[in-house]
């Protein structure tokens, strides 16, 4: 352990902590189950049974079983209750001191626990992400410590080059490279920008990251600021996270309180400062430009690259862009080092990816897997397979940017190249499962209304082929197409797909393509048979 | 940090003038966008600001925020009428978010969106003619765990059936009958 002018805090921490703790999860999905009301029962409960000295009941992030919350794990009996409420909670007290109880768990040796590789998660459902001297305990800020005292900013960039850590936002740029660019452009001002703006439907991991762990985004945004040369970042964050902007807040009010943000951090010469902006709704926001566009308080719409952010970005001057997940991810590397995050993975994608599980399934919550790890992995053992045990139709990653993968594609290892080549894409990593009940027809209008609705309407094919690609699938979905409109479809998705200006348009068509290639029968089935059409 | 308003006896800057109405909301947002030295780039921080003390923005607000900030009141509109999240006309007094999430949407969302429009007469975006109750939709909540999920006056709720959104309608309008009488 690196001694540290913080260590004093962690030892009084330390000292202070008692032989059992209740953890009970306050992320928003627990949260809106109620689990603020068993939080202060369980306290309750406590203090009744005059345990106060010896119990720490606690609140804590994500512990990934969303569906089954509210959730609280007892320590050190490694139980995990499921769905408390305020009136089963003084059971769980009881329970702790020995006593035989009757209250729904969870095995926390299925393998929905047991096939996870934490990293990013690795302190999420574990510390209070409102007390940062949790996160010190955790060996938080370590990594900025070793950075600043003991390493160059360069070196700091060739770790992460090293790692082979890539993008975590979806397109999975490799991380080190873009730092590098940033890093070598000269400039008397340099920008850190974090993109919290998860507009993906059914993307909730940088949410609970940010809930549950924010300072680990924090650390790795000052890692990237010592690494590049900017004393300046921002957190863009969904204005509908509301829970995750405020515990952002505290996180970065207690952060500059132990002067592990704000100037000379550790007695060195860097200086790092870290403001919020509240994003206001709009899914094109998380493309790198019209975020930019709209920290400068603009209207969010994309412009032309290059030039890059890294070379002009916002105000003009070089920006690095990075999303939370790959922020999340730097201060593990430079704790371990590179050499033990790239042998983690596969042989292109380095590290382990979070994914938010979500629709028709058992397990509906959030894992974090190895790269490589195949699909039916993830859906079929840790999630469970559907709930009333009918088949999977399909698994649809990287939301209205992704494609939806067939059941017998979903042998597929999940890594950036596998995905891309069978028409989906990493995306940020959002995983909905979809069984019979679902028509992909219905889908693929779903996601072309949600683009159509969200683009911003700066270019053409953007703008008026998501109307007509809308106006066709509807068109096919209430039965009044034709053959014909089905190749009319196909031309237009490649047209949209090559001549749109962001990824936004470029991607659009992807839903629609992905379920054309694997569910054409879908959409056979409600063309008019041969004989009902009148010539 | 700029020269604090009336040191050197330069007064805030021009057009940060008190606004007419003498009401107190006013107050408050002059402290923010003094906070943000009346910038421009921090336009959208301030509607965030504005909308949270008047629950909308209307266009006198908007003009005042374009006199503040200096900026042409297109920049302003044309801002506000961008995000989402900015709401140009008044809500009601109760509002229900039904979330259409893809994980929400492939468990029923357009359903229970169904059931309400139904129920109340209205589409999405709109408020009864009586004030009473304002329905939107959300992007996606993020509560995906608890699919298919609503927002009932700010409070997050999940797996909702149609039941659970009608119910929740007639609670509020037998509530406010009874404040009424």
């Known amino acids: ?535 | 940090m700029s020269v604090p308003a009336g040191v050197n006896g330069a007064g805030p800057p021009t057009g940060a003038k008190p606004h007419p109405s003498g009401d107190n909301r006013f107050k408050i947002l002059e402290a923010t966008m003094k906070k943000h030295q009346h910038q421009p780039d921090a336009l959208i921080e301030v509607l965030h600001t504005a909308q949270e003390l008047f629950g909308y923005l209307e266009n006198d607000l908007l003009l005042h925020i374009a006199h503040s900030l200096k900026l042409p009141l297109s920049r302003v509109y044309g801002v506000a009428t961008f995000y989402h999240f900015f709401s140009l006309k008044p809500k009601g007094k109760h509002t229900c978010v039904i979330c259409m999430g893809t994980a929400c949407y492939v468990k029923g969302a357009a359903n229970l969106l169904a059931a309400i429009e139904q129920e109340t007469g209205i589409h999405s975006g709109e408020t009864t003619p009586d004030g009473a109750i304002s329905l939107l939709t959300a992007r996606c909540l993020g509560a995906c765990g608890i699919a298919p999920a609503n927002v009932y006056d700010g409070s997050v709720a999940g797996n909702q059936s149609t039941d659970d959104v009608l119910n929740r309608v007639k609670e509020w309008r037998n509530n406010d009958n009874i404040a009424t009488k």
């Open chain 1, 1 to 535: 352990m690196i001694t540290s002018p913080l260590n004093e805090v962690v030892e009084k921490e330390t000292a202070a902590a008692k032989p059992k703790c209740l953890r009970c999860c306050v992320a928003a999905g627990c949260l809106s189950s109620g689990s603020l009301a068993v939080k202060q029962s369980l306290q309750a409960s406590v203090t009744e049974a005059g345990l106060q000295d010896e119990v720490h009941v606690k609140g804590v992030g994500c512990m990934g079983l969303c569906s089954q919350g509210p959730l609280v794990q007892a320590d050190p009996d490694k139980v995990l209750y499921t769905g408390v409420t305020a009136e089963s909670a003084p059971t769980i007290v009881s329970a702790l001191q020995g006593a035989k109880v009757d209250l729904p768990t969870t095995d926390l040796n299925h393998p929905f626990f047991t096939l996870q590789r934490p990293i990013v998660l690795e302190n999420s459902g574990r510390i209070d992400p409102e007390r940062i001297e949790e996160y010190l305990v955790a060996n938080g800020y370590q990594a900025l410590y070793a950075a600043v005292r003991d390493m160059t900013p360069k070196d700091v960039v060739d770790a992460i080059t090293s790692s082979g850590l890539r993008g975590r936002g979806g397109a999975g740029y490799p991380t080190g490279l873009k730092w590098a660019l940033v890093a070598k452009t000269p400039s008397h001002q340099k920008y850190i920008v974090c993109n919290a703006d998860e507009g993906d439907p059914g993307a909730f991991m940088d949410r609970s990251v940010l809930e549950s762990d924010p300072h680990r985004v924090l650390e790795g945004m000052a890692l990237a600021g010592y690494a590049v040369g900017a004393t300046q970042g921002f957190i863009y964050v969904r204005g509908e996270y509301p829970l995750a902007i405020s515990r952002l807040q505290t996180a970065i009010k207690q952060a500059r309180r132990l002067g592990v943000l704000g100037s000379q951090i550790f007695e060195s010469g860097f200086d790092f400062k870290i403001d919020l902006r509240i994003g206001a709704g709009a899914f094109v926001c998380g493309e790198e430009t019209a975020l930019m566009a709209s920290i400068e308080g603009k209207r969010g719409i994309p412009r032309v690259r290059p030039p890059y952010p890294a070379e002009s970005g916002l105000w003009g001057q070089p920006t690095l862009i990075n999303n939370v997940e790959t922020f999340a991810n730097v201060a593990p590397i430079i704790r371990n080092g590179p050499d033990w995050f790239s042998s983690i993975g596969t042989g292109k994608s380095k590290g382990t990816k979070v994914f938010a599980l979500a629709g028709k399934i058992t397990n509906t919550g959030l894992i974090e897997v190895p790269m490589g790890t195949p699909l039916s992995t993830i859906v079929e053992v840790m999630g469970g397979g559907t709930p009333d045990g009918s088949a999977i139709k399909a698994v649809q990653t990287g939301g209205p940017s992704g494609g939806c993968i067939p059941a017998h594609k979903l042998d597929t290892p999940v890594d950036y190249e596998s995905l891309a080549s069978i028409g989906s894409i990493m995306g940020s990593g959002g995983m909905i499962v979809m069984d019979a009940d679902n028509n992909m027809v219905d889908v693929a209008r779903y996601f072309m209304e949600f683009c159509m609705e969200e683009s911003c309407g700066k270019c053409i094919p953007c703008r008026a082929g998501t109307v007509q690609i809308h106006r066709i699938l509807t068109k096919i979905h209430e039965g009044k197409a034709g053959q014909e409109d089905i190749e009319t479809l196909e031309q237009l998705c490649e047209m949209v797909k090559s001549a749109s200006l962001c990824g936004l348009g470029q991607s659009a068509p992807n839903p629609v393509l992905s379920t054309l290639r694997y569910f054409r029968e879908d959409y056979t089935a409600l063309l008019p048979k041969a004989s009902e059409v009148t010539v």
